[in-house]
């Protein structure tokens, strides 16, 4: 007999022994989300046999619709499987502890240091022209699994243009869902009803773009916590496709209100690629420097909460409900809309790094040779690659040109929904304060073509 036709093992591991297994794949979680599914699918169906692999298939296809992690879920679903909801919480918090505690040291580090330093500023160049590449690879392959008809596409390079005018997504994501589904059964008229309301809304709320001073709060460090909390939620709950489609969402909040600046985004973006953990860790990162070690937690809770109680509270239903076609095809409209955000929140980054590079051709390098790499070599360790390789550029670079990267006091912070823009002003530099103390100043603090108030993004 194959081992794939083995009948599942119905041993029930003790609860210690069961977090510490999903520990260790916390602990071995290198590559992201495909290799870590690969790691939990070799160890746990094809060794363990702890499910068919149809099954396993089966849960994988359910999650990769829902929002959130797909990893993380897998392993609530799977210790829950085992050991009723206490498995299923273990197990979740068993994978995102290692990177829990590993992104908090980081960002202790990082607010630590001295940032504007030379070596340090060109180092961390090179590293966000290499996470631009990063988000534009997995714009590729996302929308290669996502945007599979014209309909779709186009929904997509809509949602994209209404982003770079500003239109907030809690309008785009609905109608993008709304759409698709109508479209799809074929009622065309209702579809074009559905835009021309999303457009009359988009306009009615639309305001002028307010230039203000980070808040009181971003700048001790001290941001509310249940403000930290509802960014997280906002995020795994429209985290559909992988972590990466969480990048506009947090940086709606986190760049948008202040908190910290696209450099400290792009930073822990950059971070998160480095430790064995889930992508939307760099969440963490954003807490703690908005919020010191409880806005950290609490950013991290409302990331991960979807993920437990979409299994916790759903767990023997979630397989039928995810077979409604009508759900698909709503979803699959809301995923393709997340697509247009990321791209449009890559074209907004990336403006704000070439604004903030001392050559722009050596940026334009970097960035080609990290996509290179990451389209020529097929590997879990491509993401720590392009990071090292290209903060290794960066320092090359700014020691052949003798120019640090620009930084300055004014820098624009655009919004993905259009809210409010936040610009540090003044004639000496400016940081966010964490625990009381001025940190670094992140190295990329100059607008995206000047430094005029208002980020050509949200411009109207």
Not at 24 to 41: K, N, S
Not at 81 to 105: D, E, S, Y
Not at 123 to 128: I, K, P
Not at 263 to 283: M, N, R, T, V
Request: hydrophobic share 60%.
């Amino acid at each position: 007999m194959r081992a794939d036709d083995q009948p599942p093992s119905t041993l029930a591991p003790s609860l210690a022994a069961l977090f510490v297994r999903f520990l260790t794949f916390g602990l071995l979680a290198w590559g992201g989300p495909v290799a870590q599914i690969a790691m939990i699918r070799r160890v746990l169906v094809d060794e363990q046999r702890w499910l068919s692999p149809a099954r396993f298939n089966r849960l994988l296809a359910v999650y990769q619709i829902l929002p959130g992690p797909e990893a993380h879920e897998l392993c609530v679903h799977l210790g829950m499987m085992k050991r009723g909801r206490i498995g299923g919480f273990l197990a979740g918090l068993g994978f995102m502890l290692p990177g829990l505690v590993l992104m908090l040291g980081l960002a202790w580090l990082y607010s630590r240091l001295d940032l504007a330093r030379p070596p340090f500023a060109a180092l961390l160049l090179g590293v966000q022209v290499g996470v631009i590449a990063l988000i534009v690879r997995a714009i590729h392959r996302i929308g290669e699994h996502v945007l599979v008809d014209r309909w779709l596409w186009a929904i997509a390079i809509a949602s994209a243009a209404a982003t770079l005018v500003g239109v907030s997504f809690w309008i785009i994501l609905p109608a993008a869902g709304a759409v698709y589904w109508l479209v799809s059964s074929r009622r065309f008229a209702v579809a074009a009803a559905v835009i021309v309301v999303a457009v009359l809304i988009a306009v009615l709320t639309d305001r002028p773009t307010i230039v203000a001073a980070p808040a009181a709060g971003a700048a001790s460090g001290t941001v509310g916590l249940a403000l930290l909390f509802a960014a997280g939620l906002k995020a795994g709950l429209l985290t559909f496709g992988g972590a990466y489609t969480a990048i506009p969402f947090v940086r709606d909040d986190a760049v948008g209100r202040g908190w910290v600046s696209d450099g400290q985004f792009l930073d822990g973006l950059a971070l998160s690629g480095i430790i064995p953990a889930p992508l939307i860790i760099f969440a963490t990162f954003v807490g703690f420097l908005a919020g010191g070690l409880a806005g950290a937690l609490a950013i991290t809770a409302g990331v991960f909460l979807p993920a437990f109680a979409f299994t916790l509270l759903f767990f023997d239903r979630l397989e039928r409900v995810v077979d409604d076609q009508r759900i698909h095809r709503l979803l699959e409209g809301v995923a393709a809309g997340v697509i247009g955000l990321i791209v449009a929140t890559a074209i907004d980054l990336g403006l704000t790094v070439a604004g903030g590079a001392p050559s722009l051709p050596v940026a334009v390098a970097i960035f080609a040779g990290a996509l290179a790499i990451l389209y020529l070599w097929r590997s879990a360790l491509n993401v720590v690659a392009v990071i090292a390789l290209s903060a290794l550029a960066g320092l090359l670079a700014s020691a052949l040109f003798d120019e640090p990267p620009r930084t300055t006091a004014s820098h624009s912070v655009s919004t993905i929904a259009g809210d409010s823009l936040a610009q540090s002003t003044g004639g000496g530099e400016s940081g966010i304060r964490t625990h009381g103390e001025l940190a670094p100043t992140a190295v990329f603090k100059t607008a995206a073509l000047n430094h005029s108030a208002i980020s050509p993004m949200n411009a109207h």
